[in-house]
Every structure is written in C-alpha cells, then in structure tokens.
C-alpha cells in the first residue's frame, strides 16, 4: 500500500439538540478507525473531523469545504434535512457519503453508501408487533420534518390495511420541548400505543412529561399506553433520565444488548476507548460498519477512487456487532437484522423479538406496499332510500 | 373522489427511447432499482419497431427523449389526444420547441438530462398519477356528456309522470330520481326507460315507415 494518506471526511453534529447521538455515532467511526490502524498498519488514513453543530447551514458549507480539499469519501450526517442538503455537493464533486443511521427510505444515489436501517427494516417489524402486542389505535407524534412525515405516512399506511387506525398525528418542532399540548391530547383520546419520530430534546421531554402525567392521573403508561419509535436508543435513555426511562418500544437493527461475540468485543472496546461516553447504539454500530466498511475497501483497493471502492465494498461480508452484515449491490443499502427491543430501568433494551437473519434493504418498499396509496377508512355511508 | 395515487411500480415496463448510452445505462439502473420489471430501449432508428399498440396504460411508462426526433417519430405514430402509456419527457434542451413536441404527445413529467438518480421515482410518480388523472377527468367528460345528451329523456319523463299521476315537476322528478336509486341506474338510463315503456306501442301510419330516436315523440307523431 502507498504510504500516500487517504484523507476521509468524519462529519457529525457533536454539539446542537441531536448531539447526544451523533456523539456516539463519530465514537463508533473512530473505533473503526483504531482497528484499522491495527489491521493494516501500512494504511495511512488521515480523518478530517467537522462539526456542523446541528445547523443545516453549516452541513453545506463543511462538506464542500471537505470536497474542495479533495476528500472523496465522507462518513456523516444524522438527520435527512442534513443529508439532503449536502447529497448535491456529492454528486457535483462525484464523491461518497457514507450515511450512517436509519431513515425513511425513497432514495437512492449513486454518491451515497446507506449503512443504517431501511423502512422495510424498522418501522414495519415494529407496527407488526405493537399490532400484536398493544391493539390496533394509534396516536402519532413527531419532529415537524422530513422523517416524522414520511415514517407516519408510510406507518398510517401499513396500520390501515392490516384493520388498524391513527387516531391523530401531531408534530413539534425540532427542539420543542414543551409537549403539554400533545401529552394532553394523548391522554384524552387514550390510544392503544404512541407512535413517535419526536427526535433529539424533543423526544426527551416527551417521554419525560408524558410518563409524568401519566402518573399524577394513576395511568400505568408502560402497559396502557406504551410508546413506540424507530430512533430511540441507548444514549438516549440516559438522556430521558431515571423514573421515566423503562418500558418504551423501539424497532432497531441493534442494541447494545445484542448476544453475539462481536457485539461482546464492540462493546467493550467502546467503553475502553470512550470511558463516560454514552453507551453503544445502532447509531454507533451504524457508523461503526460504514467506517470499516469503507477503510476495507480503501484497503483492498489500494485507492479511494469511488468507482473501485463501491465495487470493492459490495464484495464485504462484515461480521458486525448485530450480526452479518452486506450491502446490496442494486440499491447500495444494507442488509440487516431487525429487532424490537424494550427499555428497561437500566437504560438498556431486553430485546423482545428479532428477525431470524439479516434482511434485504428495500428501500422504496417495492416488495413491502401496495400498488396504490391508502386512504383512511371513510365515514361508513348509509344507504337512504 | 379523488383516484388512489400510485406510489409502488414495481412490475411496470419503461420503453427508453433514446440513444446515448450514458442515459440509458442511468435510467435502467434507477428503474431497475425502483422494481420496474424490464426496460426496452428503442434508439432513433428502431422507433418503427415499438408496437405502440400494444402498449398498456397501466402497466406500460414510456421515457422520451426530447432531443432527438423521437417525439416527431412518435406523434406520427400515436393519436395525439390518448398517448398510449404515461410518458415522461427527457430534456436537454429546453427550447419552446422541443418542449411543445412533449406537450403535444401527452407528456405528464420530465426528467432533466443528465438524468440524476435519485429524480427518477419523483419522475414516474408525477408521471403515471398525472396521466391516471387525465384519464380520470377525460371519462368525467364523457359522462357528463352522456348525462347532458340523457337530460332530454328526463324532461319527457318528467313531463309524462306529472300527466299520469296529476303531481307537479318537483314530485315527478324526487319519485323517478328515487325509483332510478332502486333499480340501481343512472337517472337519465332510467327516464329514457320509463319513457318508451310509458309510450303507447308505435303503430305505422298507411304506407308510412316509422324512423325516430324517441319513441314517445315518434309515438305521439302516430297518434296525431
């Protein structure tokens, strides 16, 4: 290998509202860097480490400022709005974003690699199982932008077929913290679960307020109402606090309580690498694969080219902390094993239910919806003669 | 009502006509990608070979490329006012001219060229649910055109029911619009029935040959 540093752009939020796990995700990327300079010693990789500081502005102005310099290949971002914003400067620099975390699906490009979870791959195994396990009336809360809206289309669309209703979407913006209204709301039309893509502080102080009216009136939140998302993990439990913290549902390819061998290794390196870090996430394990992922193919390449690297790296089998993991070579997404996991007073989720092995990413739900849109019930109409 | 969108092609066939290579390769990648079942390209001089026929407005998408004398070669071949399947323009050029050919071959979308992946799924979207509400508000037309062509059968049946029961305009129209509920038809199907059963069967004149649409008008010119 030429000792030319291949320069690889780190670019996550370290600072702003979603900072708690984004903190975790740049964790995870440089603890597959660590292994790298262990495995191929003579791999010289130079990280350039940015902050947009959660302000979509800035998103911009870094990764251009990356591609200018001739970074061809960045690991980041955590919210769609940041990764729509700066997908453009990839195609205009013909560069890789490696995106590291689950999202709503309907995209594909041929500058990004997608390394987290696929719709097909978390938000349908959870409605499957809260369908199973909490009844069929659901309330849905969310951060007012691109991941909120489409996850409760693609939810509200999957609920009424299979004979279930959304009783009422709500949205906060990103940030908000006072969620009387929405708790208020909830309580009063008391649905079977809770739906939420509330994201960063926002979902916090819901879970927060919510479990604390639930209380004050007697209502056993976790069994009545229990709350269900696709983005709640580990970090994010500490951030939600002790008392309110256990009993919470959420759909995810990983957590930290995963039983495999390499989840035994990731975890404990982790915590040596970032001692008083949060704990491992899927978000981490995200940027965890996506990291290696790339530096093997860098390796195996012998360049950062993008052309030679995504053919390289459609060839990778990852034994990844959650289990095998690969890309699909038509969409670039990955294969992954969904998981349903509930929190518990550890700040941790016993995982309640998991898929039998990695599955395929299908990222515009081609094998997963129907032809047409779904509109709900009408009013039952009645015939007058 | 408005119609379901379509959100999900998986199954549906693209037709490219176009001929560079670094479109095509594009557009079948992201197609393929989005679950259409196959692409067939056609280039400029294979255009005669697509059976337009045979194409099928709800399974067939039709890509075109604006640039080249596709859309010359494609409005020879189709009938302007039904275009056989969606179709989705491809432009490089977006001249007044070259646009007008898509419009005028029932274009519902376009995709700029270079084409960009991640545009191509917004593109058929538009695309397909454009061309099924098209649809859907030409068959509007229609029946309402076949209702404004049945209003006459209405007015004489309305005219003869206030005749046969001694009631006014307003009670005739509420008992033949409730009667045409039950039997489940449309109100100027049902008027144009109740006419020409009401009519007293036509009985030709000596010598003449009876020839009329309506029966009550032909019947009362019998009986004159």
Redesign the interface.
């Given at each position: 290998m030429s000792s030319r540093p291949v320069r690889i752009g780190l670019m996550f939020s370290t600072t702003g509202s979603y900072s708690v796990v984004t903190k975790t995700m740049l964790n995870g990327a440089m603890l597959a860097l660590s292994e790298c300079y262990r495995l191929f010693p003579d791999l010289v990789i130079e990280p350039r480490i940015v902050n947009p500081e959660g302000e979509i502005r800035r998103y911009g102005e870094l990764a251009e400022g990356l591609l200018k310099d001739g970074v061809r290949h960045v690991v980041g971002c955590y919210t769609s709005l940041s990764r729509k914003e700066v997908?453009p400067l990839f195609?205009k620099y013909d560069s890789l974003l490696w995106y590291p975390t689950h999202y709503e699906g309907?995209?594909?490009?041929?500058n990004v690699i997608y390394t987290g979870a696929a719709p097909n791959q978390h938000i349908l195994p959870l409605l499957d199982y809260m369908l199973a396990k909490a009844g069929k009336r659901a309330f849905c809360v969310g951060s007012n932008y691109i991941w909120a809206w489409e996850n409760t289309r693609v939810f509200r669309e999957a609920i009424t077929i299979k004979g279930g209703s959304v009783l009422a979407e709500k949205y906060a913006a990103i940030g908000d913290t006072d969620m009387r209204q929405i708790v208020d709301t909830i309580i009063s039309e008391r649905p079977d679960f809770i739906f939420s893509n509330l994201i960063g502080s926002s979902a916090y102080a819901f879970f927060r307020q919510f479990r604390a009216a639930c209380d004050e009136l007697g209502i056993d939140q976790p069994a009545r109402m229990p709350v269900a998302s696709c983005s709640l993990s580990e970090p994010e439990l500490e951030e939600i606090g002790a008392g309110c913290v256990d009993g919470h549902y959420s759909s995810s390819v990983y957590f930290s309580t995963v039983k495999t061998a390499a989840n035994a290794l990731f975890t404990d390196a982790l915590a040596t690498a970032f001692p008083g870090s949060p704990a491992a996430s899927a978000d981490s394990e995200a940027a965890y694969i996506a990291t290696t992922l790339l530096l093997r193919s860098i390796f195996h390449t012998q360049s950062d080219d993008i052309k030679l690297v995504k053919k390289a790296a459609v060839r990778q089998r990852i034994a990844a902390p959650q289990g095998e993991v690969w890309l699909d070579p038509?969409?670039f997404h990955s294969w992954l094993t969904p998981r349903i996991g509930r929190s518990n007073k550890a700040s941790t989720f016993d995982i309640v239910e998991q898929a039998s092995g990695p599955v395929r990413p299908d990222?515009?739900?081609?094998?997963s919806?129907?032809?047409?849109?779904?509109?709900s019930p009408s009013p039952q109409l009645r015939i007058v003669? | 009502m408005a119609p379901?969108?379509?959100?999900?092609?998986?199954g549906y066939h693209a037709s490219i006509f176009g001929s560079q290579s670094s479109l095509t390769d594009t557009l079948e990648?992201?197609l393929?990608?989005?679950?259409l079942g196959s692409v067939k390209t056609y280039d400029a001089d294979a255009i005669t070979d697509a059976d337009f026929d045979s194409f099928n407005p709800q399974r067939d998408v039709l890509f075109v490329d604006s640039d080249i004398e596709f859309v010359a070669a494609l409005s020879k071949s189709t009938n302007l006012s039904a275009p056989p399947a969606p179709i989705i323009g491809l432009v490089g050029i977006g001249t007044p001219g070259r646009l007008k050919g898509l419009l005028n071959i029932g274009c519902t979308a376009f995709l700029g060229k270079p084409v960009?992946?991640?545009a191509v799924?917004s593109a058929l979207f538009l695309g397909i649910n454009q061309f099924q509400a098209r649809h859907e508000m030409e068959w509007r037309i229609e029946d309402q055109e076949r209702r404004r062509r049945g209003r006459r059968w209405v007015i004489k049946a309305v005219v003869a029911l206030m005749q046969q029961s001694a009631i006014t305009d307003d009670e005739a129209y509420a008992k033949l619009r409730?009667d045409s509920?039950?039997m489940r038809m449309n109100l100027e199907t049902y008027c144009e029935q109740f006419v020409m059963d009401s009519a007293p069967a036509p009985r030709p004149l000596d010598g003449e040959q009876l020839i009329g649409m309506c029966p009550a008008t032909d019947a009362k010119r019998a009986s004159s």
């Open positions: 997908i195609e309907f995209e594909t490009s041929n038509q969409t990222p515009y739900l081609v094998d919806s129907p032809r047409y849109t779904v509109a003669t | 379901h969108l379509i959100q999900n092609f998986k990648s992201a393929a990608r989005i679950g960009h992946d991640a799924y409730q509920m039950r």
